[in-house]
């Protein structure tokens, strides 16, 4: 069975410290993508990153980061030298390939808020 | 581009009254829209698939009945919630994926959600 694991619930950091959200998954599947997304209070899903199961590599975006490891299977997202604007809840979700449904799985979330 | 829009972006309704909430994709079709269900403070749970022209599929625990879903145009999706209680009261997600993704694409386009309360 398919499942993504958040374990922090919420973290609260001061800003421009370094922040690290956890996500490990669990599928049967090869083939499957890990993706991040971001909610702030309005409630709008935003897209922030996807990664399909052949590409280990890293990943930095401006302030982002991301470290795939399929040893582990952990999807971890490192937001560096955070802002007050960073506070939302952050999602890891994991599809398979299920047909051509692509349907997401969404792990319970990380509350991040960041302090000034 | 890709952009999805849903209306109302919020609603408040009468128990026993049905409530009808509209997934659009504005530029772009989308063969498959899937909606979501999230409750304060949790996470988002899938409720059903729609393709469009076919029945939906719904997930295990979800009443087809009460959650009526149309996917009558590769634009538009609607869930209507018949004979709705407070319990139903939630945040609604819609998302589409495109008639053009590959079938190894995995991209999913989120609407801005609908916030039902139940009274």
């Known amino acids: 069975a398919q499942k993504v694991t958040q374990a922090q619930t919420e973290i609260s950091v001061v800003e421009k410290e370094d922040v690290t959200l956890d996500c490990v998954y669990e599928?049967?599947?090869?083939?499957?993508?890990l993706f991040w997304y971001k909610q702030p209070p309005s409630g709008e899903l935003v897209f922030l990153i996807r990664r399909n199961s052949f590409d280990e590599q890293n990943e930095i975006s401006g302030r982002y980061s991301w470290n795939f490891q399929k040893s582990t299977s952990s999807f971890n997202f490192t937001i560096t030298a955070s802002q007050v604007v960073d506070s939302a809840v952050y999602f890891c979700?994991?599809?398979?390939?299920?047909?051509?449904?692509?349907?997401?799985?969404f792990g319970t979330g990380t509350l991040l808020a960041v302090q000034p | 581009g890709a952009v999805v829009s849903q209306h109302p972006s919020w609603v408040i309704c009468k128990s026993g009254t049905s409530v009808k909430i509209e997934c659009r994709s504005l530029?772009?079709?989308?063969?498959?829209m899937f909606w979501y269900r999230q409750f304060p403070k949790q996470s988002l749970m899938l409720m059903a698939t729609s393709n469009e022209g076919s029945k939906a599929t719904y997930e295990q625990g979800v009443e087809k009945d009460k959650f009526l879903i149309n996917h009558a145009s590769l634009t538009l999706s609607t869930l209507t919630v018949t004979s709705a209680h407070p319990e139903d009261s939630s945040f609604y997600i819609c998302s589409a994926r495109s008639e053009l993704a590959g079938f190894f694409d995995y991209e999913q386009y989120f609407g801005p959600g609908t916030r039902l309360t139940v009274t």
């Open positions: 979700a994991l599809s398979e390939a299920e047909g051509a449904t692509n349907k997401l799985i």
């Open positions: 599928t049967r599947d090869t083939t499957y993508y």
């Open positions: 530029d772009f079709q989308a063969t498959t």
